[in-house]
């Protein structure tokens, strides 16, 4: 089979298209045929030796896919060849064959196309979880959205409008609010052009903002922090501009507000069956058309180092599929 290695840390073109043999399952484990696998921008981290996950050598980037059954191993009961499936893991999925532990795996629905299905994991699991389980969002409360056009802040306004909040879309470019805004955006900022505290402040009234998600960090998040409302929540979910900020706790003390970290990987690991119950919703929601599960760009495995310079140029608007 076809797979991308990473044999050694570096950039996107320090990958290698190589030839493997093709897996097998063991005790209860599933093959899965990769129909499609999907790329965020921690994949950039990873093969760079950046993120707190650091595999073996050699190992393949992509931590979520979609495809169908291949084969089973034994005391696999719930699966069967031919059945379509999505999964989560932290990294390997950027070949054609997968293997994956059977109650790790997802069944999709016959109306939920697999490109699709593959990205949904990561950025509406992440978003899911970060929404419902840390800052407990409420029908009415205002949402701002950082990076609202990646594939986790367009989850973030997707999911928020669900949950019945009020969205403020922020982006780094006019082209990327006009994007977060027909995926449901109530209000947007382009923090390019425009002061992000001020803007915040303008919109949020007197009131604030009740919660701010945040996958951006760096020079934003302090101006974003000071446009708090009382008892609001700053959820961190990851710090796609560079550099992690060093947010003075004054702030946090006069605003009375709750600075939250989402690892959703952890989550996973620590309470699959709450995990288990967010992916049904998650899928049930996209299979209705209630999530857009959108998709920029669709490369063949070939194309995995290009695919990856798009994401971290931050060209993507959703999700980066890679086709094997």
């Known amino acids: 089979m076809k797979a991308i290695l990473c044999r050694r840390y570096g950039g996107p073109d320090d990958l290698e298209l190589a030839d493997l043999p093709e897996p097998k399952p063991g005790d209860g484990e599933v093959v899965v045929k990769v129909a499609a696998a999907a790329l965020n921008f921690f994949d950039t981290l990873l093969i760079a030796g950046k993120y707190q996950v650091k595999p073996d050598f050699p190992f393949s980037p992509a931590a979520e896919f979609a495809g169908t059954v291949h084969a089973t191993g034994p ?3 719930d699966f069967k060849v ?3 499936v999505m999964s989560y893991s932290a990294y390997g999925a950027a070949r054609e064959f997968y293997v994956q532990k059977a109650d790790r795996l997802v069944k999709v629905p016959d109306n939920l196309d697999l490109e699709r299905a593959a990205g949904l994991s990561v950025t509406y699991g992440t ?8 800052a407990k969002l409420q029908p009415g409360e205002t949402l701002a959205v950082l990076g609202a056009a990646g594939g986790t802040g367009l989850a973030a306004i997707e999911i928020g409008k669900l949950m019945g909040a009020r969205v403020i879309a922020c982006a780094s470019s006019d082209e990327k609010c006009a ?16 002061d992000l505290r001020a803007e915040l402040k303008r919109l949020g009234g007197t009131h604030g903002i009740d919660v701010i998600y945040d996958p951006v960090g760096d020079k934003y998040a302090e101006p974003a922090l000071r446009a708090m409302a009382w008892e609001g929540r700053y959820l961190v979910i990851g710090f796609a501009a560079g550099e992690i900020p060093k947010i003075p706790l004054n ?5 009375g507000c709750d600075v939250v970290g989402v690892h ?16 049904s919703q998650i899928v049930e929601w996209c299979a209705q058309g209630k999530l857009s599960a959108h998709v920029h760009a ?3 495995l070939s194309e995995t180092a290009q695919a990856l310079k798009d994401i971290a140029a ?11």
């Open 82 to 84: 031919g059945d379509r």
């Open 298 to 300: 669709v490369y063949p």
């Open 314 to 324: 931050r060209k993507i608007m959703g999700k980066a599929i890679l086709k094997p």
């Open 75 to 77: 005391g696999v009961t």
């Open 264 to 279: 959703w990987g952890v989550f996973v690991n620590r309470d699959p069956q709450a995990q288990a119950r967010n992916m």
């Open 127 to 134: 978003t899911f979880h970060a929404l419902k389980d840390r």
């Open 251 to 255: 702030l946090v003390l006069l605003k």
């Open 179 to 194: 994007f977060a805004k027909k995926h449901g955006a109530d209000e947007t900022i382009n923090y390019t052009a425009n």
